[in-house]
């Protein structure tokens, strides 16, 4: 790590650059632990399909535009609940089927799920990506004076960090929030009281499902619509989810951004180390607090 | 009541009988098939040890068994070691991988644990993709087999064969010397009840690192030997994807079973034989596999029928087991 004391502090304009692509990054590490935080919670099973999910968010943006020419702005509101739709149908017909099992189980069933459909789209759309164009809107850029802003990147940014804030209010702040935050310590209780359990730990998927196509609906014009890009992305995402731990939604938006932002720090500094740091940090993690930064010891 | 001399004897003539088919096989089948199959089957059986008896979910165990095979083919090609030597020093690479992911990995459990290990397994992954000696995306091709102990000429199938199939049988004799020794009992005993097993004494941490350790060498065995028989060490042995086709052939042919890993693997390599030309079906069959195993199959083709087959003991009562085992 000392090595970067020999580079030369590189200039201020390819800093903010990759500070900016970190915060993007981050936008996305963030909406899909939250997401993966969120179905932890309640069901217990580590969501493996949820890569698949925010890949599928990202081609369901595409054919609404491609097949019936439905832009980028009623996308953000169609595909996550599409997405979620499909999630409800998965709760229901399969992970509903493991209740009582070793949590281990719902981790291999997601993890086959995740399989097929990355199978059945990588069969029909090979594995070289699909383009987006950003909407007429929010093309271009602006000079900040110590940077040039594609306006898409700043738009990625602040709505993500909106939509996490939202989902952070309902759950810490409202009736619905404080009933699955209850369900999480005590279903049976909480049954008890009347509230349907059931009902809820469905719609909570489907939410975390949602929130994982909303995040590939942002990405579709920054990446490639690709089949590969959520397996790409969820083994980043387990380590962020590792070291900011499971149990805190403001631990989950936190470390997201946060190592995001670190990760574009390596790329300036020392970039042989960019996509390894993650995990470094999660081996530090690891020892220094095996609960994670975030995490309640079990 | 099955006395335990029936059911070991019918144990023995089992044992024969699979260790007579083995022997013919080349004669009938296509070695480099089989010893592919015979390499898979002992890193299920390596994986199976640590899930089957220890409880622990590693998604990360294609990092032992490539990385050993980067480690096999580089010796034995660029520094001219021997083959048994070469084996030994992916082996060793292995064991010592092990040592550190299963150091960092024991902190947590259940889910925790299969994510810890995957994305250490990915480190590897990108290290292999990025480091001088690995060969990039192309991966180190040409290994030559080399002549065993100086003698024997490897380049031969059916000397080949045999290698293959001694190496697989020690690993196997290994791991069911390991699950019947008083050290196999103790790391039952953590699978069911750790609180309990630390309460008698033991300090779990240390047998659950030791059995990761071995689980991650004889992976290492694996790869090591696969990378002589393909002459390849590439990046789809240390994937995520090879992460998780072990433990689908443990799941396929039985958790927790001695025999399960070994037909998993050979299922799964026959289908992935046949449908080798069919592109990405070959993910979507797996994954379909998954769950279906999963939702109605928890115990697995060997978990099912070896009952029957071994002594005429009852099959496990009711329930499929709710723990993974």
Known sequence: MLSFLHIAVPPAPALFAQLLV????????????????????????????????????????????????????????????????????????????????????????????????????????????????????????????????????????????????????????????????????????????????????????????????????????????????????????????????????????????????????????????????????????????????????? | MTSGAAKRRSTLIWTVALIVLALAAPYFLYPVFLMRALCLALFACAFNLLLGYVGLLSFGHAAFMGGAAYITAHAVKVWGFPPEIGILAGVAAAAVLGAGFGWLAIRRQGIYFAMITLALAQMVAFFALEAPFTGGEDGIQAVPRGHLFGLIDLDHPLAMYYFVLAMFLIGFAIIQRTVNSPFGQVIKAIRENEPRAISLGYRAERYKLLAFVLSAALAGLAGATKALVLQLASLSDVDWTTSGEVVLMTLVGGVGTPLGPVVGAFIIVTMENYLAQAGSWVTIIEGAIFVVCVLTFRRGIVGVIAPYLTGREQAPAGEPSAKIS
């Open chain 1, 22 to 298: 970190g915060l993007i990054n981050g936008s996305f590490y963030a909406l899909l632990s939250l997401g993966l935080a969120i179905i932890f919670g309640l069901l217990n099973i580590i969501n493996f399909t949820h890569g698949a999910q925010y890949m599928m968010g990202a081609f369901c943006a595409w054919f609404l535009l491609n097949w019936f020419g439905i832009g980028y702005w009623p996308s953000l509101i169609v595909v996550p609940i599409v997405v979620g739709a499909i999630g409800i149908a998965i709760e229901r017909l399969l992970l509903r089927r493991l209740a009582g099992l070793d949590h281990l189980y719902g981790l291999l069933l997601t993890f086959g799920l995740a399989l097929v459909i990355e199978g059945l789209f990588r069969q029909r759309f090979g594995s070289s990506g699909l383009p987006y164009t950003i909407p007429a809107e929010l093309q271009g850029g602006r000079n900040l004076g110590f940077m040039f802003l594609p306006i898409y990147r700043g738009w990625v940014i602040v709505f993500s960090l909106a939509v996490c804030l939202a989902t952070w209010f309902v759950i810490e702040r409202t009736r619905l929030g404080a009933n699955l935050r209850a369900a999480t310590e005590n279903a049976p209780l909480v049954q008890a009281f009347g509230i349907d359990v059931p009902r809820m730990v469905t719609l909570t998927y489907g939410a975390g499902v949602g929130l994982a196509a909303l995040a590939g609906v942002l990405a579709a014009p920054i990446y490639q619509v690709s089949p590969l890009m959520g397996s790409n992305i969820i083994i980043v995402v387990f380590a962020v989810v590792v070291i900011g731990g499971l149990g805190s939604i403001l631990g989950a938006i936190v470390s997201g951004f946060g190592l995001g932002l670190i990760e574009g720090m390596t790329k300036v500094f020392y970039p042989e180390a960019s996509s390894t740091v993650i995990f470094v940090i999660m081996a530090l993690v690891l020892l220094v607090k095996p609960a994670g930064l975030f995490g309640r010891a079990s």
